[in-house]
């Protein structure tokens, strides 16, 4: 890609907001997945990431980024069966939620950030960073985001909302 991503490998610093927290971060192996899965890692959470069984290697480096953090990661493959994403931890549990869709377990009740749409041009003259979405998926899931519902956070580069 060009530019290339970056997933704050050495740009995201955490301050403890998910201090022993447990997360699920679907698409983890890469781009805002990844991005929030160190985040969080770095923030304090240990994660479970999904990811599709041709992403193996990209998998495998999101790993090394949350256990680099300091913390326990777990990848997961989906597959999609009959209307159903079938999750495949490396313990052998299965776990089904039905698709499309994001699976997540929040971190604190009824947290569920979502990605809806990525990768336009900005005014900024280019697409964001996987690393400039991560900080807004760790304010709504930290305890900061309390009293906020159903909201969107428009992090658009400076492109208007239809």
Do not use: C
């Not at 256990?67 to 776990?95: C, N, P, Y």
């Not at 041009?121 to 697409?127: I, N, T």
């Amino acid at each position: 890609m060009d530019p290339p991503p970056d997933h704050g490998e050495d740009s995201y610093e955490g301050s403890g907001l998910l201090l022993d927290r447990k997360a699920v971060v679907t698409g983890g192996d890469s781009g805002i997945g990844r991005a929030v899965a160190l985040a969080y890692a770095r923030e304090g959470a240990d994660v479970l990431f999904t990811y599709l069984p041709e992403e193996g290697q990209d998998a495998g480096e999101t790993a090394r980024l949350v256990e680099d953090a300091g913390r326990k990661a777990e990848g997961a493959i989906v597959t999609f069966t009959q209307g159903l994403a079938q999750m495949v931890a490396s313990d052998g549990v299965r776990a089904n939620a039905v698709a499309p869709g994001p699976v997540w377990t929040p971190l604190i009740p009824a947290t569920i950030p979502d990605t809806v749409e990525f990768g336009k041009q900005a005014p900024l003259g280019r697409p964001a960073q996987p690393a400039e979405m991560a900080p807004a998926f760790v304010f709504l899931a930290s305890p900061r985001s309390s009293f906020i519902t159903a909201e969107i956070v428009n992090a658009t580069g400076g492109v208007p909302l239809p």
